[in-house]
């Protein structure tokens, strides 16, 4: 086993059954035109996760570990897109309108693409969701029961939405779930702390949180 100085206490991961869930880094939610921008967010929050979860996907890639890529996307007709999702508020363009790098959130369009310092290399696997848990409507059960892991590093974006339901969602099913402190993002930083207070809080209640460092130099020790 592998020990990652973590909060609330170490993170032991077995090198054999580890893999990495890099949760929507696509160009919807971090670039300008997309979603995030149109649900009147501040895009420039994102940034920071950008280098770290470049980092991670590096080490994950050197180790030969499995790698995850999600990205929140709906069929061109919505079927998979309940109503209540898009016509929630009044964002500047809703999901499946078209804006400056296709339609919003869509399967194929531009915008849903993951952003090129994160993008997947040959071998690893890419998840459409429909929802913001990674494990609702999706394979990611079975594909994670095929690669046979038990422990789940987590990064992206954004913390307090898609990547905590997807941490909830794997803690309920048994995995032991790290999120990187560093690569992963919110458009509103005191939901980021929040979150991660939230994960390690009551004796890790969702998981466990560790900067990059700690879990880099535990890994390539
Ligand atoms: C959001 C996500 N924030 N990927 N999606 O709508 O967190």
């Given amino acids: 086993m592998i020990r990652i100085d973590a909060a609330p206490f170490t993170f032991s991961l077995d090198p054999s059954a580890t893999a990495l869930v890099v949760i929507d880094m696509q160009r919807d939610f971090i670039e300008p035109g997309g979603f995030g921008e149109a649900l009147g967010n501040d895009i420039s929050h994102m940034q920071r996760a950008i280098a770290p979860t470049g980092k991670l996907l590096q080490l994950f890639r050197q180790k030969g570990w499995p790698v995850i890529h999600t990205r929140e996307t709906h069929a061109p007709d919505l079927s998979d897109c309940p109503p209540a999702k898009r016509e929630r508020g009044s964002p500047a363009l809703r999901i499946g309108d078209t804006g400056p790098m296709g339609r919003i959130l869509i399967r194929g369009e531009p915008g ?14 890419v998840i459409d969701k429909p929802g913001k848990g990674a494990f609702y409507a999706t394979e990611l059960g079975k594909i994670l029961e ?17 990547v905590q339901t997807t941490m909830r969602e794997a803690n309920d099913r048994g ?20 979150t991660l207070d939230m994960i390690r809080a009551q004796g890790g209640i969702v998981g466990w949180t560790a900067p990059l460092a700690n879990f880099e130099n535990a890994i390539t020790q």
């Avoid at 095929?146 to 898609?162: M, P």
Wanted: aromatic content about 12%.
């Fill in 175 to 194: 995995y032991e779930c790290l999120v990187i402190e560093e690569a992963t993002e919110s458009y509103f930083p005191e939901f980021k702390a929040a």
């Fill in 112 to 125: 849903a693409e993951i952003i090129s310092d994160c993008a997947p290399v040959a071998g690893e696997t």
């Fill in 146 to 162: 095929g690669f046979g892991v038990k422990h789940l590093v987590f990064a992206g974006v954004t913390t307090e939405v898609c």
